[in-house]
């Protein structure tokens, strides 16, 4: 019973192609994000959701376009691949403020190649 | 703008041994410190966290010391087992900003049988 589900998890793809990542999470949390995680292993997030509003947006190229259907959906669109955009892609999720935990509950990645 | 430096990179420990990393942080609204762990292949998971109105917590072989006026923290795993062989990362927040974690570069750990 997977707390945070993300496909798919190997992407393999051509610089100028577009792809999506997909999320879901059944955990009921009303948060979700985006992180990008380089070969370095370096966690940088890219985007979060609070029940469908963006409430951040780090500085991402605007070929990666998130969607949020519902607060347990949260996708991840890119457009024009570039070589650079080789990485792994984790979804995440957790509550909200008001004495939460600060635990987000991680996805198992989306490891995405541009050739 | 690197706002939670991680050290050492990577640490290679023998079994039975102490395992140390150490963190620092630059914004003292951070009030949230939580530590990941990550095996290969799989997200980032917690492992124990501390807020600063303590400057020690431990779980099981796990403990984490705090430094405020240093604004320090570090995670010492006593008695490492090759099991704990992971990437390890120290994060921070402001629990008002919704679970927004900033992240260390994280420590590749090898615990050696």
């Known amino acids: 019973d997977t707390a945070v589900s993300q496909t798919p998890k190997y992407l393999v793809t051509q610089m100028g192609n577009d792809k999506s990542i997909k999320c879901e999470q059944n955990l009921g949390h009303d948060t979700m994000y985006w992180y990008k995680q380089d070969s370095k292993k370096f966690l940088k997030i890219m985007f979060s959701?609070?029940?469908?509003?963006l409430i951040i947006n780090e500085t991402v190229p605007n070929r990666f376009s998130p969607k949020s259907p519902d607060k347990a959906h949260l996708n991840l669109h890119i457009n024009s691949l570039e070589l650079g955009d080789s990485a792994v892609y984790f979804c995440?999720?957790?509550?909200w403020g008001g004495g939460n935990t600060g635990e987000l509950f991680f996805g198992e990645g989306s490891r995405l190649t541009v050739l | 703008q690197q706002q939670v430096k991680q050290s050492p990179q990577s640490l290679i420990v023998q079994k039975g041994g102490i395992s140390i990393i150490n963190c620092a942080y630059e914004n003292t609204a951070f009030d949230y410190f939580p530590w990941y762990q990550q095996f290969p292949g799989k997200g980032p998971a917690l492992l124990i966290a501390i807020r600063p109105d303590v400057s020690e917590k431990k779980e099981g072989r796990f403990t984490i010391s705090f430094n405020k006026s240093a604004k320090q923290f570090s995670l010492h795993i006593m008695d490492s087992q090759p099991g704990d062989s992971a990437t390890y990362f120290c994060?921070?927040?402001?629990?008002?900003?919704?679970?927004?974690?900033?992240f260390g570069e994280g420590t590749q750990l090898t615990v050696n049988p």
């Open positions: 995440a999720s957790s509550l």
């Open positions: 959701y609070n029940n469908k509003e």
């Open positions: 994060a921070a927040t402001e629990e008002t900003s919704g679970s927004r974690l900033t």
